[in-house]
């Protein structure tokens, strides 16, 4: 018994390169960067709440 195996079709380049770059950049999108600043925000301005609170245990 004989095995043949018939030659695979020739790859479009082009489709290799685009999956090589689908990796993207190296930094965080606008969209990401504006979820940071805008939980930064809310995380400052709760810390002013807390430190700008009164003190209710303290007669």
Known sequence: MKLTLT???PRNP?????RQRRAG???PSGKAQRQQQ???LQRDVQREMHFA???????
């Open 7 to 9: 030659p695979q079709k």
């Open 38 to 40: 805008r939980r930064s």
């Open 25 to 27: 950049s190296h930094q």
């Open 53 to 59: 609170a009164p003190d209710r245990h303290s007669p």
């Open 14 to 18: 082009l489709a290799t390169l685009a």
